[in-house]
Structure formats: structure tokens, C-alpha cells
């Protein structure tokens, strides 16, 4: 259990968020000219990384917003939390 | 699910707490972000939506709370039928914002006295500490695992909301906790 800094309503525990999984993966242009392969890549592939990972996360007990937050998943470290549209932070 | 004919005396007195069904009462979510859904809502409930996060405004007939950047709740008695109409009419059917009647949606529940915050701290993990202190401040949050909002009326004394399907397993929850702290 850890607490959350939402960038709307401040510091949260955990338990009132949900984790959207990983960030800044950009749609294809154009899906109709991908091979399924490409397009599986995009659609269920992800990092899953063992280390500072940039996240999706949902106030879902609050203000229902979508952020973004860099967090360490071997230890739950946050290292940046940012709002939707914002570019991430250069760590 | 609490009767819909709301249980309007169901009171529960204890030596530092006072719980109240507070139904029924006039609740309205609203919606928006342009220049001209603020002047309407101004207009009509006279009074300024609350922009910093975790707070309220209020006059002598309505209450606004802050739920996220560009959503509020309205509640006010029921007398003043009027005003979802005009609101709706100014607002929703001109395009410049959301009006939603959610006045079934949310049960309001009343607590006050001593051990207020000592209830809310035993069900839900939300931090009281500067809240208890800021008169008008609002929350939204987890009480015994269910969705609340926490309108901070007067110190030591609060406007519970809780959605009508979980409101009477909550109801329950407080009253029984209520006894224990």
C-alpha cells in the first residue's frame, strides 16, 4: 500500500486509484495498412518493465481524472506524477 | 436499497454523535468548462463555483461542491424546484455544460458531534487531519469501502453522500460503528 500525490485533488492512499497500465503508446496512423503482427504488437504488447516504468492511473474514488506517473515496480518508489497531455519528465 | 419513501426520522443519537437521514433534498451535477456555463450558474444559484480542488461555496440556499476540474454537485432543499429547470434550459439545452438531476442517485446522511471524524477515520484510510479543521472543505473518498462524498458543513459536523444502492448497507455500517468508538 502506498500513497498517490493526484495532480487534482493531492495526496491519496492507493486503494482509491486504478492502474491503466503503461503510457504514451501512440496509435498507429494508419491500422488498416498493419500486418496483424504489428497490430497485435500494439495492441497487447506491453513493457512490463521490473524497474521505473511510466504509468496510466484513474482516480477512481475521487475526481475520476486520468494522470500519468512514473513509478518504480520493484518498489513502488513514485518519481513523477503528471497530468494528461503533459510531456513526461526527463529522468 | 433504502425505501424510496425516504426514512426521513430515522435518527440515531449517541453520546458524541448524532446520525440523521438529511432526505429529501434537491441534488444536481454539473458540467462544464466554458466561459458562459460559469456566468449561467452564477446567474442562477448566485453564488461562484468553488475552482480550487477539495472545496466548497455555499449561500443561504445552495451548497456547491468542488468534484473534479469540471464537475460539481449542487444540493439545496427541495423547495427551489425551479432551478434545475432554469439551469437545465440555460445551460444543457444551449450546449454550454452538463445539468443532471441526481437527486435519487445520492443519499445524504448527516453526522455530527465530538467523535465525527473518529467514525470516519475507523472506515476509510482519507487522511482527516487539515480536513477536520477547514470548515467548507469536501472530499471524495472511500468509507467502509464504498464511494462517499464528505461535505464538511461546520466544524464537527458533516453531509455524507452515498450512493442510494449502497446507502443503506452504509447506514447500517455507521450506525453499528457508531457504538464502538
Known sequence: MFVINCPYCGERDQSEFSCGGEAHIVRPKQPTELSDDEWAEYLFMRKNIKGVQFERWNHAHGCRKW???????????????????????VL | ?????????????????????????KKINIRGTKK???????????IILPTEPNTSSSNQQFNALWLSPDEWLVYFNEENNN???????????????????????????????????????????????????????????????????????????????????????????????????
Open chain 1, 67 to 89: 494522470f500519468n506517473m512514473v513509478r518504480d515496480t520493484s518498489n513502488d518508489k513514485i518519481h513523477a506524477v503528471y497530468k494528461m497531455g503533459e510531456k513526461p519528465p
Open chain 2, 1 to 25: 436499497m433504502l425505501n424510496t419513501e425516504y426514512p426521513i426520522s430515522e435518527k440515531k443519537s449517541l453520546d458524541d454523535l448524532e446520525l440523521t437521514i438529511s432526505e429529501p433534498i
Open chain 2, 36 to 46: 458562459e456555463f460559469f456566468t449561467k450558474v452564477g446567474k442562477i444559484l448566485s
Open chain 2, 83 to 181: 432551478v434545475y429547470n432554469d439551469l437545465f434550459n440555460e445551460i444543457s439545452k444551449l450546449n454550454f455544460g452538463s445539468i443532471v438531476d441526481v437527486s435519487n442517485q445520492w443519499i445524504c446522511i448527516n453526522i455530527n458531534g465530538k467523535k465525527t471524524f473518529d467514525l470516519l477515520s475507523s472506515g476509510s484510510s482519507f487522511n482527516f487531519n487539515n480536513f477536520k479543521n477547514t470548515k467548507n472543505s469536501v472530499t471524495q473518498t472511500l468509507l467502509n469501502h464504498t464511494d462517499v462524498i464528505i461535505h464538511h458543513t461546520e466544524i464537527n459536523d458533516i453531509n455524507l453522500f452515498v450512493r442510494r444502492s449502497f446507502s443503506e448497507d452504509l447506514w447500517l455500517w455507521i450506525k453499528d460503528s457508531a457504538r464502538f468508538i
